[in-house]
């Protein structure tokens, strides 16, 4: 194991005052996009108008798509699809082709040769460099990508490399790793705030309209911090993921939603011997949660929570040849997304309120988006939350008011703090929600109907539409979910 990983076991999760020379950088690539070929005219052009403002951040108006045919709703989505993917490399910046993360080590130095392949650009005003690289040869199907956060030491540069120096350690080729630098270490670093969760928006489509990442095996994981960030954004992104691996971390259950998690692999490890900010503590409540949940749940919730013992923080029994850090990433490359599970819990937690950002909350979660929430998005402990489940032609959408409270003070070295939390959920009394459909989910050319809180909200016919395609490729930016049909109903 090479000097440097060794010391990444030390420092990675803690500010490190190595006087040793650092390499210097590779100048960031200009966050600037490529501009393609003129935008279309026409009808196609009203469409890519309408996709160019959502991209700015406006709140856009449909155009006007009555006359658009749908007679094949598979190539008239996959054509939404290129006018999208076409208008995001217009406006956004693509992913630089990766270098090769194995070839980073030189022996003649026997050092890493650290280097940056880009810098984003962040709402808040910061610059956030990062590293895009890869492992082994790329699968016919894209790679897959681990999005690798590091973590809160005061030296976000140290922590940066000591994270680059894991993610060629991991046996877990072929893939391609994304691994940020906070543009600030502590307190600064912070991996849920709406200017992080605008990045990991722009990272995404940058993956999915570039042809090189599998869209079905995309991960966040991270250490520490990294892995409390992984934590509150597993639930949050649930729908773009396979799988998220938290290492060395220990979120508390209120800042995040377990439940949102049915279809995707979570899987965690911390030491016993981890006690700092009840790190074990929480790890152990998770564990417990996740195991009711598949329980209650079969066949969704699959996890691996693996309190690994006789280590701390670090994960590392050298004399004994251990390494926790290892494996994870493995295990997840296991288990791919499945965009359209018949089984959703959107508990729509809000993330931010921190670091002088204000909080957030997602606009839509697989194929569910509030139209009218009966909630405001600006209490951190009250959500409104949905559970659907479809049985053939039948979805039945249940709408609730969760309040969440912190329980089970502990305190101890130092710190104190709630490990546990208590939900109460209460049915909704109003709101209207739209409900995307494809073929997948439901049988188009039969009735559908919507049971809303018990009662029959719609039964009829669902029928495509150009409008919907336009409209869900902007939402949800996503090439499987260019969904041809919706129906919206509401809370009474």
Not at 3 to 27: H, Q, R
Not at 36 to 46: F, S, T
Not at 276 to 302: I, N
């Amino acid at each position: 194991m090479s000097l440097m990983l060794s010391m990444a076991i030390c420092c990675v999760a803690a500010s490190c005052s190595a006087d040793d020379p650092k390499p210097t950088p590779e100048p960031p690539v200009p966050d600037t996009p490529v501009n393609p070929d003129p935008e279309p005219a026409g009808q196609d052009g009203d469409i890519t108008a309408y996709f160019n403002s959502v991209l700015e951040g406006n709140d856009a108006q449909l155009p006007d798509l009555s006359e658009m045919e749908v007679e094949d709703m598979d190539a008239t989505a996959s054509h939404v699809w290129d006018l999208y993917a076409a208008a995001v490399k217009a406006k956004e910046t693509a992913l630089p082709t990766p270098f090769d993360l194995r070839g980073s080590w030189n022996s003649s130095i026997s050092d890493y040769n650290y280097t940056y392949s880009g810098t984003m650009k962040l709402s808040n005003g910061e610059e956030m460099k990062y590293a895009y690289a890869y492992k082994g040869s790329k699968p016919s199907t894209g790679w897959p990508m681990f999005i690798s956060l590091h973590g809160s030491g005061d030296d976000s540069e140290y922590e940066f490399q000591s994270t680059f120096a894991w993610d060629d350690y991991y046996a877990d080729e072929p893939c391609v790793y994304f691994i940020p630098q906070s543009p600030k270490g502590g307190t600064g670093c912070r991996w849920f705030q709406p200017s992080r969760q605008k990045a990991w928006e722009r990272l995404l489509r940058a993956a999915y309209v570039g042809g090189s990442v599998d869209p079905n095996k995309i991960y966040f994981m991270g250490i520490s911090e990294g892995a409390y960030g992984s934590q509150r954004l597993s639930g949050y992104y649930a729908d773009y993921l396979a799988g998220v691996g938290p290492i060395a971390g220990g979120e508390p259950l209120y800042n995040f939603a377990a439940e949102n998690s049915a279809n995707i692999f979570y899987c965690a490890r911390t030491g016993e011997y981890d006690t700092m900010y009840g790190r074990y503590r929480c790890t152990v409540k998770a564990q417990q949660l996740w195991d009711k949940l598949e329980q209650e749940h079969p066949g969704y919730y699959k996890h691996y929570i693996d309190i690994m013992p006789g280590v701390g923080h670090g994960l590392t029994d050298a004399d004994n040849g251990i390494y926790g850090y290892d494996g994870i990433t493995a295990r997840l490359k296991e288990y791919s997304r499945n965009p359209y599970p018949k089984y959703v819990y959107w508990q729509n937690y809000p993330l931010g309120n921190i670091n002088g950002e204000s909080y957030e909350c997602r606009k839509a979660f697989y194929n569910i988006r509030p139209l009218e929430a009966q909630n405001g998005k600006t209490d951190g402990n009250v959500h409104d939350a949905y559970e659907m489940t479809i049985d053939g032609n039948t979805i039945t959408l249940n709408v609730y008011s969760v309040m969440v409270t912190p329980k089970e003070e502990v305190s101890e070295d130092g710190w104190t703090m709630n490990v546990d939390c208590e939900k109460t959920s209460v049915p909704a009394t109003s709101g209207k929600i739209r409900l995307y459909l494809n073929k997948e989910l439901v049988d188009l050319s039969a009735p559908v109907t919507v049971i809303v809180n018990g009662k029959t909200a719609f039964t009829g016919d669902v029928k495509p539409s150009a409008d919907v395609m336009v409209e869900s490729a902007a939402l949800f930016f996503d090439p499987a979910r260019v969904f041809p049909a919706a129906v919206d109903v509401e809370v009474k």
